[in-house]
């Protein structure tokens, strides 16, 4: 995760949920929008290759539902909890929105046994090569979100 240690702009628990909002949930909508047409398209390409990951497209459409019900519940519950600081009306969602993050991990974990680790076949074709660069980028990007939450802001608004 880059270091946002010295943004002072982060520091304020305002300006941290607006960059989450904006960097990491703005762009998650599209990416997994985006991944979802990606490995319809691959699919179709691949149609008779047994090497091609089937259900790779559900899988994603699952991560996308899920994390579209988590962002939202945060958006529109959570956040502004926070920023109202209720301290104590924000734990309970919190530990909801952590458990979301376990689904998370289990959604992404199916997508790397789909894809063997993202391993490529020799024959991979470049949708498919591209179809996987992107994955592990969003896959990294997701990390990088979670953590942030898991480790930054949660903590603020969670009993010591």
């Given at each position: 995760?880059?270091?946002?240690?010295?943004?002072?702009?982060?520091?304020?628990t305002g300006s941290l949920i607006d960059f989450i909002i904006s960097r990491y949930h703005a762009v998650h909508r599209k990416d997994l929008a985006k991944l979802q047409a990606m490995a319809r398209h691959a699919a179709q390409v691949h149609q008779g290759d047994s090497c091609f990951p089937r259900g790779l497209e559900w899988a994603l459409g699952e991560l996308a539902q899920e994390m579209e019900d988590?962002?939202?519940?945060?958006?529109?519950?959570?956040?502004?909890?926070?920023?109202?600081?209720?301290?104590?009306g924000a734990v309970h969602p919190i530990r909801a929105m952590r458990a979301d993050h376990e689904v998370h991990a289990e959604c992404t974990d199916l997508i790397l046994r789909l894809t063997n680790g993202l391993t490529l076949p020799d024959h991979a074709s470049g949708i498919w090569q591209a179809l996987y660069a992107e994955i592990r980028?969003?896959?990294?990007?997701?990390?990088?979100?979670?953590?942030?939450?898991?480790?930054?802001?949660?903590?603020?608004?969670?009993?010591?």
């Open positions: 995760m880059p270091d946002h240690s010295n943004d002072h702009t982060l520091r304020e988590h962002m939202a519940k945060e958006e529109y519950l959570l956040f502004p909890l926070m920023r109202a600081g209720a301290t104590l980028r969003f896959l990294s990007d997701l990390a990088e979100h979670q953590t942030m939450e898991n480790t930054v802001l949660f903590p603020r608004f969670e009993p010591h």
